[in-house]
């Protein structure tokens, strides 16, 4: 190492490694050799270095030697109190941040009652429609000791509030909790299809949280705009990338326009994007978003503060790439998509379950599923050195390659107007079906071979343990919600519904505190969604 290189070093990542007892051993390989903090080139003045803009190689100098990524196992079924245990033994295991899922009818504003929710009450997440629910999800878990991140997008304001009365009930400070709400509506008409309101009262609700918790909740990351249900649905890597982008600039577009100066929210914004099985296309993917978000924020945006430039994100293993034919031949698969996120500097990691593509993950198949993070963290040695895959010609060439794709791609968007102009014409999900029909044909004419399904087939399969959802649920959850209706003071829930009301129709109003009123008078989700049904109207797709 030069002497220009270890000066660096040692004032950026403190000292070299040293051939002594007191090192720490995870800075040796098995064979002894020691594992600097960081490699670049002999003048590293003249290379990019992680930690700085455009964060290429990671948005801290010193990653997963400083801080490891947060395991965040996603899960939630049933009732609130089912959910409840799994999260007590996840974290028991050593899952150090929850990550919840809900059922369609929290996802689309309907109470467990009503007839459209009919037979999905806590079917693919957790069922939540009150504060009463909130309250047994969260029981014996204080908010100011995990970080939640919660898998929720048309109702996000409202299960942020419910969040938040939560913590208000435990004596937190709002300023003491941390955690994430995905309220990415924009992928929602692109590519999953559960949003409520029309684009447009979507933004105002998401720029809405924006501002609230600027004020209020400064560690709350208020959105996590999502790449990962456009790559389930089929895209490509560079669309993905793309359109998770052109999504994040309308998001922040929206927010200046709204008046909100962009290093006041920016800082917040999160990432959410899938890994799959090509594992230096996966890496290269991660590395280019990054780049390309730091230069839109700076450049586009002009925004001053470098928190605002850094795209943080977390990461899912792609439950599209399971397979439910020999399915222990997915812990393979999420093995290498998971390795794919912490090779790209992935801030926190979902790994899928072997058993997700027949049904809920089972207790063991969960547990497996974090043990694979937890062997990535302390066997595999990638996270001993920041940035393992720097120098490679491969992961340079894809990064570059990805990035020209992908702004391609954005030009293309800004071209019609942004991404809702772009989502209103079809652009997006024309582009995923296309991606998606040349996949399927090039793994029906064996092209892309797909491990026991167009080749290694096995004609016995081991029987599959399977989760089996308690059917009595869907009942204990309607009872629940019509025993709060029944006992609650019923004039304060119509006082705070009608100043939701007055709120809503007055586009200069925050509409998060009279959310946050009405669930602390125990209205119900679908009450709150109804009023906001009746102000902004509901989304019908045109085609």
């Known amino acids: 190492m030069s002497d220009d290189h270890q000066r660096w070093s040692e004032e950026t990542y403190g000292p070299a490694i040293k051939r002594t007892p007191e090192r720490r051993a995870e800075f040796l390989t098995e064979s002894d050799l020691a594992i600097e903090p960081v490699y670049a080139p002999e003048h590293a003045g003249e290379v990019e270095l992680p930690g700085e803009y455009p964060f290429t190689r990671g948005t801290q100098p010193s990653m997963y030697r400083g801080r490891l990524w947060t395991m965040r196992q996603y899960a939630g079924f049933s009732t ?19 990550s919840v899922a809900f059922d369609l009818p929290t996802q689309t504003g309907y109470d467990p009652d009503h007839e459209m929710a ?5 079917k693919v997440g957790v069922s939540i ?86 004020e209020q909740v ?25 359109f998770t982008l052109a999504n994040g ?19 917040r914004i999160s990432f959410f994007f899938a890994s799959h099985n090509n594992l230096f296309e996966e890496a290269a993917k991660f590395r280019a978003a990054r780049r390309m978000w730091a230069k839109i924020m700076r450049e586009r945006f002009k925004a001053k503060d470098p928190r605002s430039w850094m795209l943080r994100f977390h990461t899912q293993t792609a439950g599209v790439t399971l397979q439910a034919q020999q399915p222990d031949v997915n812990v393979v698969r999420t093995t290498i998509q998971g390795l794919a996120a912490v090779l790209g ?23 497996l599923a974090l043990r694979t993070q937890q062997v990535l963290a302390s066997e595999s040695g990638v996270t001993e050195t920041v940035d393992p895959l720097a120098g490679s010609h491969y992961v340079e060439y894809l990064t570059d390659e990805l990035e020209r794709i992908a702004n391609e791609l954005i030009a293309t968007i800004d071209g019609m107007g942004g991404a809702p102009a772009a989502i209103q014409l079809g652009f997006q999900q024309q582009q995923i ?6 996949h399927l044909g090039l793994v029906e004419s064996g092209e892309r071979i797909i491990v026991g399904v167009n ?6 399969e081991s029987p599959v343990e399977v989760l089996r959802l308690n059917p009595d649920a869907e009942r204990r959850q309607i009872e629940r919600v019509r025993r709060v209706r029944a006992e609650r003071d019923e004039a304060a829930v119509d006082l705070a519904l009608g100043r939701l009301a007055v709120a809503a129709a007055d586009a200069t109003v925050n509409t998060m505190p009279a959310i946050l009123e009405c669930v602390e008078a125990y209205a119900t989700l679908g009450e709150i969604c109804d009023m906001l049904r009746d102000a902004f109207g509901s989304y019908r797709p045109s085609n």
């Open 455 to 460: 080749a290694n087939v096995s004609d016995t």
């Open 345 to 367: 500097g992935t801030q926190s990691l979902h790994v899928n379950s072997k058993d997700e593509a027949l049904g809920l993950p089972t207790e063991d198949s969960a547990t």
């Open 433 to 438: 079906e296309d991606s998606a029909y040349r």
């Open 249 to 267: 600039i309308a998001y922040v577009q929206a927010a200046v326009d709204a008046g909100l100066d962009v290093d006041s929210f920016a800082g």
């Open 118 to 122: 009919r037979s999905e009450v806590g």
């Open 218 to 242: 400064p560690q709350w990351n208020t959105i996590s705009i999502s790449g990962y249900h456009m790559r389930e649905a089929g895209s490509t890597a560079p669309q993905e990338i793309a």
């Open 80 to 98: 609130p109190e089912e959910s409840n245990a799994r999260y007590r033994y996840l974290m028991s295991q050593g899952q150090n941040g929850l």
């Open 129 to 214: 429609a009150s504060l009463a629910d909130m309250e047994a999800l969260f029981d014996g878990i204080p908010l100011d000791k995990v970080t939640t991140s919660m898998t929720i997008n048309s109702t996000a304001p409202i299960l942020l509030a419910l969040y938040l009365a939560v913590a208000r009930k435990q004596g937190v400070a709002f300023d003491k909790l941390g955690g994430t709400t995905q309220n990415d509506v924009l992928k929602e008409y692109i590519a999953r299809g559960t949003y409520i309101f029309p684009p447009g009262a979507s933004l105002r609700l998401t720029t809405d949280m924006f501002a609230f918790c600027a």
